[in-house]
């Protein structure tokens, strides 16, 4: 094995690395360039970094001393490839976020936002099968021509656009027992 500097906290890394196998499944050491193996030896690097103080030749350095020949450029390129990889994949926000908690509300959003979208999904693939059963809007809709369609749409979002403003019927009925003669002079 090549001689390894031992300027960084080698038995914490161990630790490290020995509970985040358990937590992810995963063995960082294997060779393999499946999507799963990359984002989650990038977070097992950001781990490194951020909890034993490790810069990327220490890291280098580790994976080395392992019998795992590493890549400065490649782990700096993971590491900032941190963001699209929690964006992208849920195992990975879940392990993230064991570690760290910095990305929690993002989290909610970016499930509520597939949600919705599997949501849209399948109402529209929904409106496409066979006997889905359109409402008289719809029926009439599809009626009119294309080149008229523009004229409906307009005409369609002022009449929605004016439910926000217009004042409600509300109106009371005021009776009077007196003539008007009384109060004239």
Known sequence: MANVNKDFNKAEANKILKK???????????????TKAVYFRALLYKVLIDFNYMNDRQVTDFFLSKGKKMNRVSILQAVRKIDIYY????DFRDLYD???????????LIEAKQ??????????????????KKDAL????DSIPLNKRDEILEF?????KSWSWKSND?????????????VTF
Do not use: C, H, W
């Open 170 to 182: 509300n109106y009371e009925i005021i009776e009077a027992d007196s003539g008007i003669s009384e």
């Open 115 to 132: 949600k919705n979208r599997i949501d849209k999904l399948n109402k529209r693939v929904s409106q496409t099968l066979p006997g889905y």
């Open 98 to 108: 064991v570690y760290f908690g910095d990305k929690i509300e993002q989290k909610k």
């Open 87 to 90: 964006r992208d994949f849920a």
């Open 20 to 34: 985040y196998n358990s937590l992810s499944g995963f063995d960082p050491l294997i060779k393999t360039r499946e």
């Open 156 to 160: 369609v979002s002022m009449r929605v």
């Open 138 to 141: 719809e029926v009439l809709i």
